[in-house]
C-alpha cells in the first residue's frame, strides 16, 4: 500500500508534470545575476500547483554550481501573527548574512537597529529586544532594558545605518539566496508584511529572495490595501517572475490513477462504462492540481479499505470526490437517501419544473452557476432517479443496482455515508458464500435460520435481508444448484415467517412474497418452462404446508386467473407448466387434508388462506371445509388458532400523519364459506372466560372481538 506522503518531489528524476526545464531556467536567472540588490524572483502559480516541488528542482539545480551562493529558507508560515512573522523575518536574516557583517564598522549594530525601527511598536518592541538579546546576536546586548536603551538613544539616520550594511555586505563575496514559500497560505496582511520587510530591511547587497504565491489572490490583496498602486505595487519589488505552467490535466489523470490502481482493483468489464461515465462527469473536473491529485488519493487509502467488496468502487470514487471537493452537495445527498434511491414522494407531471427547481436549489443552491450543469450530469449518473427529476426520463428501480451495491441502492446507500457495512446489508463476503455453496442442504438451512435470530434495519432479521440480496443475485447462482437450494429452503419457509419480518419498513412485504421473488430470479430467464417447471414440483414436494398451498395457488392463477380479471400469463412468466399446476395443486390438497387429519394444519402461519384454498380446491359441492372447521368450533384452544388466523392487520394514514397507522382488522370476509360465522363470533366470547388459554391467546381473542365489533358498526 503506497503511504501518504505529499511531500513536494525534489529531484528532477520524480518529475512527472514536465516542469524541470522551468526549474532549470529559475536556477539560471539566479546564477547569472550580476549585481543583486535585494533582488526577487517570483514562482507563480495556484495553490496546491507544485510551487513547493519548483522550487526543490530549483535548489537541485543550484547545488553545486557556485560555491558562494549560501541558500537559506524562510517557513513563513509557521507564524501566527503580522509581529512574529516580522521578528521571524529579521532574525532568519540577520542569522545569516551576520558573519559578513564587520564589527569594526559596526554593522553587526547598524542592522539590529534598522530592524528595531521597522518593526511595528508595541509588542513586537519587546519581542526584537528579546531577539536582540539572546545568543545569536553575539552578547552584544545583555538585557532587554540595555538593549531597548540602545536601539531608541541613537542619533544617526535610517540611511546612515544602511550604508554601514551595505558596505560590509558589497565587500563580502558571498552571496544568499533566501527561499520563502507558501506565501499564499498567509492572510492578506501578513503577506503583505513579507513584501514591506523585503523592499526595507531585505533590500541589501548580495542577497536574492526567491518566493512563490498565488499571484492573482496576492495582487488582490494589494490593491485592497494599496488601491492607487494596485499591481505595480509588486512589480516595484519583483524583478523576474515566472508563471508555473498549468499541470496538463492529461497527466494529472494518470498520477491519479496510478496511486489508486492498487487501492480500487481492476475495473470490472461490466462495469467499464460506468467507471468511465463516472469518472470524466465527477472526478476528473475537479482534478486542478498535484495537490488534488494527492488530496483524493490520500482520502480513498484511508476510506475505501473499511469498505472494500461492500460498495461499488465507482461509485464511492465519485462520492468521495464530492465529499472533498464539492462538501456542501455531499451532505444535501447525505441527508435526502429517500429521493435518491427513488422512494421519495411521488409528484404529478404538472408538478415537475417546481420540483427540479427545489431540487437544483437543494442539492446546487451553494455551487457557481458555471458548475451546476457539469453536477447535474454527475449526480443523475451516480443517483438515476434524479433523471425524473432533471431529465423527465423515468428509470425503473433495478435489482442491478442492489447487486452491484450501488449508492443509488436503498439497501447500500448508508455505507457509503457511514464508512461501514449500512444494516440493511449483508456482507458480501456470506452472500457469495451462500452461492457457492447453494447445493449444500445443511449449510443453506442454517444459514438462513441462524439469521433469523440476527436483527438488523427496522428490527428485521438478517433472513430477510438474505432472501432480498439473494433476489439480486441469483444469475450469480449455478442453474445446477437450483433444485438442491430450493429443497433447502422449502422446508423451512414456514419458520422464515417471523412477525418482525411482516409489513414494516420501506417495503411493504413479508418473507413469504420474498421467498417467492428469490424463486423466480433464481428460475425464471435461465430456463424453459419444461426445466424450471419439474425442478419446482420436485422441490414443493417437501415443502413446508402453507408454502406449498401459497405456491399452488400462485402457479395456477398464471394459467387460470380469477375471475377472468386478467389475462393468462405467457409461458415465459409462468413458473411452472398447465399439467404441473394442475398436479401441484392435487398435492397441496391432499397434504391439507392429512394436516386436517392430524392437527398439523393449525400449525401454519397462515391458517386462514389455507382454509379457503381448500375451499376453492375442495370444489363448491364440498362441505368438507365446514364440517372441519365447525368441527373444531367446539374446542376453545382452537378457537384461539382461528383467533390468529382471522385477526390481521390493516393500515391508514389520516390527515396531519406522516406515518402509516397499523391497526387490527377482522379478516372474516367469505369466512361463512368456511364455518359457521355466528356460532364463532359466539364461541370467540366463551372462550375468554376459558382458563386454560394462555395470556397471549387471551389478547388474540380479544383484539378479534373489538376488530370485528368495530366492523360491524
Same mark, same amino acid.
Request: with cysteine; net charge negative; hydrophobic share 40%.
Given at each position: 500500500?503506497?503511504?501518504?506522503?505529499?511531500?513536494?518531489?525534489?529531484?528532477?528524476?520524480?518529475?512527472?508534470?514536465?516542469?524541470?526545464?522551468?526549474?532549470?531556467?529559475?536556477?539560471? =536567472?539566479?546564477?547569472?545575476?550580476?549585481?543583486?540588490?535585494? *533582488?526577487?524572483?517570483?514562482?507563480?502559480?495556484?495553490?496546491?500547483?507544485? $510551487?513547493?516541488?519548483?522550487?526543490?528542482?530549483?535548489?537541485? +539545480?543550484?547545488?553545486?554550481?557556485?560555491?558562494?551562493?549560501?541558500?537559506?529558507?524562510?517557513? =513563513?508560515?509557521?507564524?501566527? *501573527?503580522?509581529?512574529?512573522?516580522?521578528?521571524?523575518?529579521?532574525?532568519?536574516?540577520?542569522?545569516?548574512?551576520?558573519?559578513?557583517?564587520?564589527?569594526?564598522?559596526?554593522?553587526? /549594530?547598524?542592522?539590529?537597529?534598522?530592524?528595531?525601527?521597522?518593526?511595528?511598536?508595541?509588542?513586537?518592541?519587546?519581542?526584537?529586544?528579546?531577539?536582540?538579546?539572546?545568543?545569536?546576536?553575539?552578547?552584544?546586548?545583555?538585557?532587554?532594558?540595555?538593549?531597548?536603551? *540602545?536601539?531608541?538613544?541613537?542619533? /544617526?539616520?535610517?540611511?546612515?545605518?544602511?550604508?554601514?550594511?551595505?558596505?560590509?555586505?558589497?565587500?563580502?563575496?558571498?552571496?544568499?539566496?533566501?527561499?520563502?514559500?507558501?506565501?499564499?497560505?498567509?492572510?492578506?496582511?501578513?503577506?503583505?508584511?513579507? !513584501?514591506?520587510?523585503? $523592499?526595507?530591511?531585505?533590500?541589501?547587497? #548580495?542577497?536574492?529572495?526567491?518566493?512563490?504565491?498565488?499571484?492573482?489572490?496576492?495582487?488582490?490583496?494589494?490593491?485592497?490595501?494599496?488601491?492607487?498602486?494596485?499591481?505595480?505595487?509588486?512589480?516595484?519589488?519583483?524583478?523576474?517572475?515566472?508563471?508555473?505552467?498549468?499541470?496538463?490535466?492529461?497527466?494529472?489523470?494518470?498520477?491519479?490513477?496510478?496511486?489508486?490502481?492498487?487501492?480500487?482493483?481492476?475495473?470490472?468489464?461490466?462495469?467499464?462504462?460506468?467507471?468511465?461515465?463516472?469518472? +470524466?462527469?465527477?472526478?476528473?473536473?475537479?482534478? %486542478?492540481?498535484?495537490?488534488?491529485?494527492?488530496?483524493?488519493?490520500?482520502?480513498?487509502?484511508?476510506?475505501?479499505?473499511?469498505?472494500?467488496?461492500?460498495?461499488?468502487?465507482?461509485?464511492?470514487?465519485?462520492?468521495?470526490?464530492?465529499?472533498?471537493?464539492?462538501?456542501?452537495?455531499?451532505?444535501?445527498?447525505?441527508?435526502? $437517501?429517500?429521493?435518491?434511491?427513488?422512494?421519495?414522494?411521488?409528484?404529478?407531471?404538472?408538478?415537475?419544473? #417546481?420540483?427540479?427547481?427545489?431540487?437544483?436549489?437543494?442539492?446546487?443552491?451553494?455551487?457557481?452557476?458555471?458548475?451546476?450543469?457539469?453536477?447535474?450530469?454527475?449526480?443523475?449518473?451516480?443517483?438515476?432517479?434524479?433523471?425524473?427529476?432533471?431529465?423527465?426520463?423515468?428509470?425503473?428501480?433495478?435489482?442491478?443496482?442492489?447487486?452491484?451495491?450501488?449508492? =443509488?441502492?436503498?439497501?447500500?446507500?448508508?455505507?457509503?455515508?457511514? !464508512?461501514?457495512?449500512?444494516?440493511?446489508?449483508?456482507?458480501?463476503?456470506?452472500?457469495?458464500?451462500?452461492?457457492?455453496?447453494? @447445493?449444500?442442504?445443511?449449510?443453506?438451512?442454517?444459514?438462513?435460520?441462524?439469521?433469523?435470530?440476527?436483527?438488523?434495519?427496522?428490527?428485521?432479521?438478517?433472513?430477510? !435481508?438474505?432472501?432480498?440480496?439473494?433476489?439480486? +443475485?441469483?444469475?450469480?447462482?449455478?442453474?445446477?444448484?437450483?433444485?438442491?437450494?430450493?429443497?433447502?429452503?422449502?422446508?423451512?419457509? #414456514?419458520?422464515?415467517?417471523?412477525?418482525?419480518?411482516? @409489513?414494516?419498513?420501506?417495503?411493504?412485504?413479508?418473507?413469504?412474497?420474498?421467498?417467492?421473488?428469490?424463486?423466480?430470479?433464481?428460475?425464471?430467464?435461465?430456463?424453459?418452462?419444461?426445466? %424450471?417447471?419439474?425442478?419446482?414440483?420436485?422441490?414443493?414436494?417437501?415443502?413446508?404446508?402453507?408454502?406449498?398451498?401459497?405456491?399452488?395457488?400462485?402457479?395456477?392463477? @398464471?394459467?387460470?386467473?380469477?375471475?377472468?380479471?386478467?389475462?393468462?400469463?405467457?409461458?415465459?412468466?409462468?413458473?411452472? *407448466?398447465?399439467?404441473?399446476?394442475?398436479?401441484?395443486?392435487?398435492?397441496?390438497?391432499?397434504?391439507?387434508?392429512?394436516?386436517?387429519?392430524?392437527?398439523?394444519?393449525?400449525?401454519?402461519?397462515?391458517?386462514?388462506?389455507?382454509?379457503?384454498?381448500?375451499?376453492?380446491?375442495?370444489?363448491?359441492?364440498?362441505?368438507?371445509?365446514?364440517?372441519? =372447521?365447525?368441527?373444531?368450533?367446539?374446542?376453545?384452544?382452537?378457537?384461539?388458532?382461528?383467533?390468529?388466523?382471522?385477526?390481521?392487520?390493516?393500515?391508514?394514514?389520516?390527515?396531519?400523519?406522516?406515518?402509516?397507522?397499523?391497526?387490527?382488522?377482522?379478516?372474516? #370476509?367469505?369466512?361463512?364459506?368456511?364455518? @359457521?360465522?355466528?356460532?364463532?363470533?359466539?364461541?370467540?366470547?366463551?372462550?375468554?372466560?376459558?382458563?386454560?388459554?394462555?395470556?397471549?391467546?387471551?389478547?388474540?381473542?380479544? %383484539?378479534?372481538?373489538?376488530?370485528?365489533?368495530?366492523?360491524?358498526?
Amino acid at each position: 500500500m503506497p503511504d501518504f506522503n505529499d511531500a513536494p518531489i525534489s529531484r528532477p528524476d520524480k518529475d512527472r508534470l514536465g516542469i524541470d526545464p522551468l526549474a532549470q531556467t529559475i536556477s539560471k =536567472c539566479i546564477l547569472n545575476l550580476q549585481y543583486p540588490v535585494g *533582488s526577487v524572483v517570483a514562482i507563480h502559480g495556484r495553490w496546491g500547483s507544485g $510551487k513547493s516541488s519548483l522550487i526543490n528542482l530549483v535548489r537541485h +539545480h543550484l547545488s553545486g554550481k557556485a560555491k558562494e551562493l549560501t541558500v537559506l529558507e524562510f517557513q =513563513c508560515w509557521l507564524y501566527r *501573527s503580522e509581529e512574529a512573522l516580522a521578528i521571524g523575518f529579521f532574525r532568519e536574516l540577520y542569522a545569516s548574512i551576520r558573519p559578513e557583517l564587520s564589527d569594526g564598522e559596526k554593522a553587526n /549594530e547598524a542592522f539590529r537597529e534598522i530592524g528595531a525601527r521597522v518593526a511595528p511598536a508595541g509588542p513586537l518592541l519587546g519581542a526584537v529586544t528579546s531577539v536582540l538579546a539572546s545568543p545569536i546576536a553575539g552578547g552584544i546586548v545583555s538585557s532587554a532594558s540595555q538593549a531597548l536603551g *540602545s536601539l531608541i538613544e541613537t542619533n /544617526e539616520s535610517d540611511e546612515v545605518l544602511r550604508q554601514k550594511v551595505v558596505k560590509a555586505l558589497e565587500k563580502s563575496n558571498r552571496r544568499f539566496l533566501f527561499v520563502i514559500d507558501d506565501i499564499d497560505r498567509l492572510s492578506p496582511e501578513e503577506a503583505l508584511v513579507i !513584501f514591506r520587510l523585503i $523592499k526595507s530591511v531585505g533590500r541589501l547587497p #548580495n542577497v536574492i529572495y526567491l518566493l512563490a504565491y498565488d499571484r492573482s489572490t496576492t495582487e488582490k490583496a494589494v490593491e485592497e490595501r494599496y488601491p492607487s498602486e494596485g499591481a505595480h505595487y509588486l512589480e516595484k519589488i519583483v524583478q523576474a517572475g515566472f508563471d508555473l505552467p498549468e499541470p496538463n490535466q492529461h497527466k494529472l489523470i494518470e498520477m491519479f490513477e496510478s496511486q489508486i490502481a492498487e487501492v480500487l482493483g481492476d475495473v470490472d468489464s461490466n462495469s467499464q462504462v460506468h467507471y468511465g461515465n463516472m469518472f +470524466h462527469a465527477v472526478v476528473a473536473p475537479e482534478i %486542478r492540481t498535484p495537490r488534488d491529485v494527492l488530496r483524493l488519493s490520500n482520502a480513498l487509502k484511508i476510506t475505501f479499505p473499511a469498505v472494500r467488496g461492500e460498495v461499488d468502487p465507482t461509485d464511492f470514487l465519485a462520492l468521495e470526490t464530492l465529499r472533498l471537493f464539492r462538501p456542501k452537495v455531499y451532505q444535501a445527498l447525505r441527508s435526502q $437517501k429517500s429521493v435518491l434511491v427513488g422512494l421519495g414522494q411521488v409528484w404529478h407531471r404538472r408538478e415537475q419544473d #417546481n420540483i427540479a427547481e427545489q431540487y437544483e436549489q437543494l442539492f446546487l443552491g451553494k455551487e457557481p452557476e458555471s458548475d451546476r450543469s457539469m453536477l447535474k450530469d454527475g449526480l443523475q449518473r451516480l443517483f438515476p432517479p434524479l433523471q425524473a427529476i432533471w431529465s423527465s426520463t423515468h428509470p425503473s428501480i433495478s435489482t442491478e443496482w442492489s447487486k452491484a451495491r450501488r449508492a =443509488c441502492s436503498a439497501m447500500h446507500f448508508d455505507t457509503y455515508f457511514q !464508512f461501514s457495512l449500512s444494516s440493511y446489508a449483508v456482507p458480501q463476503a456470506e452472500i457469495q458464500e451462500l452461492l457457492q455453496r447453494a @447445493d449444500q442442504a445443511e449449510f443453506v438451512k442454517s444459514a438462513f435460520l441462524g439469521a433469523l435470530g440476527e436483527l438488523l434495519a427496522e428490527g428485521r432479521s438478517k433472513a430477510s !435481508f438474505l432472501l432480498d440480496e439473494l433476489a439480486c +443475485h441469483a444469475r450469480d447462482m449455478d442453474i445446477a444448484k437450483a433444485r438442491p437450494f430450493l429443497q433447502a429452503l422449502y422446508p423451512i419457509a #414456514n419458520d422464515l415467517r417471523i412477525e418482525s419480518d411482516e @409489513d414494516r419498513g420501506l417495503a411493504w412485504t413479508n418473507n413469504r412474497d420474498r421467498l417467492l421473488w428469490l424463486t423466480k430470479a433464481v428460475l425464471l430467464d435461465r430456463t424453459e418452462l419444461a426445466e %424450471r417447471s419439474e425442478i419446482l414440483f420436485e422441490s414443493l414436494q417437501n415443502a413446508s404446508l402453507d408454502w406449498l398451498v401459497y405456491v399452488a395457488h400462485y402457479v395456477f392463477t @398464471d394459467h387460470w386467473p380469477p375471475q377472468e380479471e386478467r389475462a393468462p400469463a405467457r409461458p415465459e412468466e409462468c413458473l411452472m *407448466s398447465k399439467d404441473d399446476a394442475e398436479r401441484i395443486n392435487e398435492v397441496a390438497l391432499q397434504r391439507i387434508r392429512e394436516a386436517a387429519k392430524d392437527g398439523s394444519i393449525f400449525e401454519v402461519k397462515d391458517l386462514a388462506f389455507v382454509l379457503f384454498r381448500w375451499r376453492n380446491m375442495a370444489g363448491d359441492g364440498s362441505d368438507e371445509v365446514q364440517e372441519f =372447521c365447525n368441527a373444531a368450533l367446539e374446542e376453545d384452544l382452537l378457537i384461539a388458532r382461528f383467533a390468529r388466523a382471522f385477526l390481521g392487520k390493516s393500515s391508514v394514514v389520516q390527515v396531519g400523519d406522516h406515518v402509516r397507522r397499523i391497526q387490527d382488522d377482522a379478516k372474516v #370476509n367469505g369466512i361463512e364459506t368456511l364455518m @359457521d360465522a355466528g356460532r364463532f363470533r359466539a364461541r370467540l366470547s366463551e372462550a375468554l372466560r376459558d382458563s386454560r388459554l394462555s395470556q397471549d391467546d387471551n389478547d388474540k381473542v380479544q %383484539r378479534l372481538v373489538t376488530a370485528w365489533d368495530a366492523a360491524l358498526k
